[in-house]
């Protein structure tokens, strides 16, 4: 039988990735417009790939999973490969599809809580909650305010990555990291 590590490495790849992706966001905001859209259609890919995973696993132990991980993963892994085939399109897809995976991802790990609170304890439960309310209604306010989702975009996409970033590096070290 094949032992386990008992660390998240794919959550704690992903997590250092966000943290340096927000950190870029805030020091070139500029060029990280245009710079960053093939990072982020990768990153996109793989967290849809994860969110997949997620799905499968779940539904292998115990015989049901939240649908709406699986609908999130798919549509991460769809605006990911867009952003990587078009990334003339991606400062529009920036201002317009990032909001909706902002609201999906954070529906989707809102939707897994219960599993999160039984794997890795009340502090990551809390953690995993405040960030990703937070998330939604971040995503929320740049549906209903463009203007704010052009002028802003940058600022609030590398807050969300840099907190969406500690959030899955803690999840590594948490028992939550084992599970994979």
Do not use: Q
């Amino acid at each position: 039988m094949r032992r386990r590590s008992g660390f998240g490495w794919v959550e704690l790849i992903i997590g250092i990735a966000l943290i340096v992706m927000g950190i870029y966001t805030f020091t070139r905001p500029l060029s990280a417009l245009t710079g960053l859209v093939l990072i982020y259609g990768l990153v996109a890919t793989a967290m849809g790939i994860v969110d997949i995973v997620f799905y499968v696993k779940t539904e292998e132990h115990t015989g049901f999973a939240p649908t709406i991980a699986l609908i999130s993963g798919i549509l991460s892994l769809l605006a990911g490969l867009m952003l990587m085939i078009h990334p003339g399109a991606g400062r529009w897809a920036l201002v317009v599809f990032f909001p909706l995976w902002f609201i999906a991802h954070c529906i989707s790990r809102l939707s897994s809580l219960s599993f999160v609170r039984m794997t890795a304890g009340r502090a990551i439960y809390w953690l995993t909650l405040i960030i990703n309310v937070l998330g939604l209604v971040l995503g929320i306010l740049m549906l209903v305010r463009p203007a704010f989702s052009l002028f802003s975009v940058m600022v609030t996409i590398g807050c969300y990555l840099i907190l969406l970033g500690i959030d899955n590096v803690i999840s590594a070290f948490s028992r939550i990291g084992s599970r994979w």
